[in-house]
Structures are given as structure tokens and as C-alpha cells.
């Protein structure tokens, strides 16, 4: 049985749920560019690939629901880039460099310091050999993990999100959730869920502050 005040903390808390990239670590564009031009390729050609080319698309979506694993991932869209381009962790290559967020890692652990729960709710973009949360160093940081890759499917699939809730142990409306794709926000906004969309860190960072109610220490 739960005491009085043992209640009344259970009724206060609240769930954070974090996408991974655009989120805990910076915008990766300028970075993708600049690993581009190092390889001897257009400096818009990791997006085009991945984002313009059907092979490429095709590719990235069978990577994020484990269709395919990294390495195989890593192989097709080397070939896509182009003949000179290694495949040797590809991914890993391109995303070494991305920063985390600073002011949002900060923001989580202060939430989770007080009492809130904390969940990632990414779309993979594989974990072997290349893992982007342990790269990060915020696997640690979370009570729930739910990557695309493991489960078979990905936002903005609302089966998603409900699994999300289940495992958390809330309802939606004690719940927020931060994307950097608008598109990510509506199914998890339907279950009840507050959303916020990050178009910049520091806005984002004061906006969940209100949220709830923390105050994140200085950025490590």
C-alpha cells in the first residue's frame, strides 16, 4: 500500500521521451557536408542519397526496423555514393563527429534528478558496429529504450508510441515528447502526449523547463 506522500509523488510524475538525433545531439548537417567533402563527394551528397535516391530510401528504411543490419546498410549505400567510397563503417565515418546537445543531455539528467522518468524513442540508424548512443554516451541515462531496429518498426507508426507508454508506465498525459520531425509529433500528440518540436536547443530547453518544472545545471 502506498503511504500518503508515497501517493502523492507517484501522481507528480511525469515522463520525458527523447528522440536521438536532432535532439541529443546537434543538428547533423553541417557535419554530414563537411564528412562529404572529405571523402571526395558533393557536400549534399549523404542526403541526397539517403533522402532523394529510391535505392537510398529504400535502404535506410529496411535499416531502421532491422530488415537489414549496419553493416549490410553500410555496403549498399557505399555503392550509392559512390565507387571509391569505403563501406567500412560507413555509418560510424559519417557520424563520428556530430556533437551531442549539451543543454538537452543536461535538461534530461536534470529531469531524471527529479524523480521524472526518462525514455528514448528513436528511429535506429543501427547499432553494430557503429552504436550512435554509446558514441554519445547517453544510453546510461534512460529508464526505457525503445529503438526502431529492436522492435520491428518505426515513428511515426502509432504502434510505436503505445509502446512506448507501456513501458513507461504512464498515461500520454503525463508525458512529453521532443522531436526535430514535425511529422513524429501528431500520433504521439493523439495519445495524449505534449510534444514539443525542435527547431532550436535553446528554445527547446526553456520550453520543456516550463514543462517540467526543472532547471538543468551547466552543460558538460
Known amino acids: 500500500m502506498l503511504h500518503s506522500n508515497d501517493a502523492a509523488s507517484k501522481s507528480d510524475e511525469q515522463a520525458l521521451i527523447l528522440d536521438f538525433a536532432g535532439v541529443l545531439t546537434a543538428s547533423p548537417i553541417d557535419t554530414h557536408r563537411a564528412w562529404c567533402v572529405s571523402e571526395g563527394l558533393e557536400p549534399g551528397a549523404w542526403h541526397a542519397t539517403l533522402n532523394d535516391h529510391p535505392e537510398g530510401r529504400r535502404l535506410y528504411a529496411a535499416l531502421e526496423i532491422g530488415e537489414i543490419g549496419q553493416a549490410e546498410w553500410n555496403e549498399g549505400t557505399a555503392a550509392l555514393l559512390g565507387e571509391h567510397v569505403d563501406p567500412m563503417n560507413l555509418m560510424g565515418r559519417a557520424w563520428a563527429d556530430v556533437p551531442p546537445a549539451r543543454r538537452m543531455v543536461a535538461l534530461a539528467r536534470a529531469a531524471r534528478a527529479a524523480g521524472h522518468r526518462l525514455a528514448l524513442l528513436s528511429n535506429s540508424f543501427g547499432l553494430d558496429p557503429f552504436n550512435p548512443y554509446e558514441h554519445v554516451g547517453i544510453w546510461d541515462l534512460f529508464d526505457v529504450h525503445i529503438v526502431s531496429e529492436r522492435e520491428g518498426l518505426a515513428k511515426p507508426y502509432p504502434a510505436i508510441y503505445r509502446l512506448a507508454l507501456e513501458r513507461i508506465g504512464l498515461p500520454g498525459e503525463r508525458c512529453v515528447f521532443v522531436d526535430d520531425h514535425a511529422v513524429n509529433l501528431p500520433p504521439a500528440a493523439a495519445l495524449g502526449i ?11 530547453v526553456t520550453e520543456l523547463e516550463a514543462l517540467l518544472g526543472v532547471t538543468p545545471g551547466p552543460a558538460a
Do not use: F, I, N
Open 194 to 204: 505534449s510534444t514539443v518540436h525542435v527547431t532550436d536547443e535553446d528554445a527547446a
